[in-house]
């Protein structure tokens, strides 16, 4: 059985126009998103600014208003108890948020900070909490001492890994992170994501991780699904999506990705230069209706693309 199965999910922001301020249309950030997450599995969601990326792990975490579709966790449908607090469902999913320092109440220690959310669900008297932060800050390479200070005390990176303490404070089953490190540097970003890591193999935890950034994608994650307009262009496991990139959009970010070797800079500009003509010319064989995405069709049995099927051309 699935940790996590989402079916069919939307989010429709509303337009309103006109005097009496009525609803003449919609923006739909996510139209119709399915996928599953198995325990202690990292699925890597991946696109570009406004794909909708972001938007799925909110509405998954509560935090943005589910339009239509379902979610189930352990088999049982929770969509109308996302948005409920102190539920099951809220112990066991949490969220490491992209900025890091507004989500981190700047006028409470680090203590209080991360004993919120154990203080929501358990009792401890003051010695246990004590030792239960102590613990959690060692988890994330942090001294007890820290736990004494305020969050404009620490760098970037070290009030990153509080924020990850505070998200496995209640051993949860399930994390979103959305964007954990794109704001840090890269040696930072190699430590925070190191320490996920061990922490996922030793409280064998799922991960959904929300990311632009393919390079970290290919670390963290055995399968991806890449987002485009609000819809999955592909889906797949990670040598799917990495050896063989179906759609044009994938493809593009693929080619995006910053490659090392010196001696390769002349013939990867060129793929570049091949992939935006690519990208260009045969849009419309990948997209209908202007930039709509089609229905994923199976390539194989891990990998899925949306391309169009019978009927679909018109």
């Given at each position: 059985m699935a940790l996590l199965e989402v079916k069919d999910l939307c989010v429709y922001y509303?337009?309103?126009?006109?005097?009496?301020?009525?609803?003449?249309?919609?923006?739909?950030?996510?139209?119709?998103?399915?996928?599953?997450?198995?325990?202690?599995?990292?699925?890597?969601?991946?696109?570009?600014?406004?794909?909708?990326?972001?938007?799925?792990g909110k509405a998954i975490m509560g935090l943005a208003r589910i339009t239509g579709g379902q979610i189930l966790f352990e088999g049982k449908n929770i969509t109308r108890l996302v948005r409920k607090n102190r539920t099951p469902y809220r112990k066991d999913v949490?969220?490491?948020?992209?900025d890091v320092q507004s989500s981190l109440n700047p006028r409470k220690k680090v203590h209080d900070i991360i004993c919120e959310p154990i203080r929501n669900f358990e009792k401890l008297t003051k010695g246990e909490e004590v030792k239960r932060v102590d613990e959690l800050l060692a988890m994330v390479g942090l001294s007890p001492e820290n736990a004494k200070k305020y969050p404009f005390e620490f760098s970037g990176g070290q009030r990153q890994r509080i924020g990850?303490?505070?998200?496995?404070?209640?051993?949860?089953?399930?994390?979103?992170?959305?964007?954990?490190?794109?704001?840090?540097?890269?040696?930072?970003?190699?430590?925070?994501?190191?320490?996920?890591r061990d922490i996922q193999?030793?409280?064998?935890?799922?991960?959904?991780?929300i990311s632009h950034d393919l390079g970290v994608v290919r670390h963290m994650c055995e399968h991806l699904a890449i987002m485009h307009n609000s819809r999955f262009v592909e889906f797949g496991t990670?040598?799917?999506?990495?050896?063989?990139?179906?759609?044009?959009?994938?493809?593009?970010?693929?080619?995006?990705?910053p490659d090392k070797s010196p001696h390769m800079r002349k013939a990867n500009k060129e793929k570049r230069k091949q992939i935006a003509?690519?990208?260009?010319?045969?849009?419309?064989?990948?997209?209908?209706?202007?930039n709509e995405v089609y229905d994923l069709k199976p390539l194989s049995a891990t990998h899925y693309v949306a391309l169009p099927g019978t009927g679909d051309e018109n």
């Open positions: 509303p337009i309103t126009g006109g005097i009496l301020g009525r609803t003449i249309g919609y923006v739909k950030a996510v139209n119709g998103v399915s996928f599953t997450i198995e325990p202690g599995q990292t699925l890597g969601l991946v696109g570009e600014s406004g794909s909708g990326k972001s938007t799925t949490q969220m490491i948020f992209q990850v303490a505070r998200a496995i404070a209640l051993k949860p089953k399930l994390i979103v992170a959305d964007e954990p490190v794109s704001a840090l540097d890269l040696s930072v970003q190699a430590q925070v994501l190191n320490y996920m193999e030793e409280m064998g935890l799922a991960f959904l991780f990670r040598e799917d999506i990495y050896s063989n990139p179906a759609h044009i959009y994938t493809k593009r970010l693929m080619a995006s990705i003509y690519e990208y260009e010319t045969e849009f419309d064989n990948y997209y209908k209706n202007g």
